[in-house]
């Protein structure tokens, strides 16, 4: 499994928005400057959060976007399944996959399954909140340096 940039991008504008948004509005272009990501690509990204309600916009002056809920309420598997459409390492263990004729006999098959449930509970566990205080702690470690 590879996630894209644009799940990656997702995961960094969430973050942005918990770290700086204390619920108000953070405008885009804002996000954009500190996470070094296209206006445009962002712009589609925060499309996806938005309508999923995961973010919401406002326009006008004092506009932007924020999040809808505390940092601690947000998993990182919601954000990028979102995103990717699915976290599955490979595509018989795809929620919407069609059967495989040779589920059966498949050797490898508990391999797959298993390593899906690990990412999938792995990413459960990890929230925006967890991400800022990570994101805390290294940059006091390179200050520290």
Known sequence: MIVST??????????????????????????????????????????????????????????????????????????????EGSLAPVACTRKDAEPCRHADSCCTLPVWVGLSEVIQAYLNKITLKDLMQNGNEHSHKEAES
């Open 6 to 83: 644009k799940g990656r991008y997702a995961l960094r504008v969430m973050a942005d928005l918990a770290e700086h948004g204390s619920g108000s509005y953070i405008p885009l272009k804002e996000i954009c400057e500190r996470q070094d990501i296209s206006k445009k690509y962002l712009e589609s990204i925060v499309g996806i959060l938005s309508k999923a309600g995961l973010v919401e916009g406002a326009s006008g002056k004092g506009g932007g976007y924020r999040l809808t809920k505390r940092p601690e309420e947000y998993h990182l598997d919601e954000i990028l399944t979102l995103t």
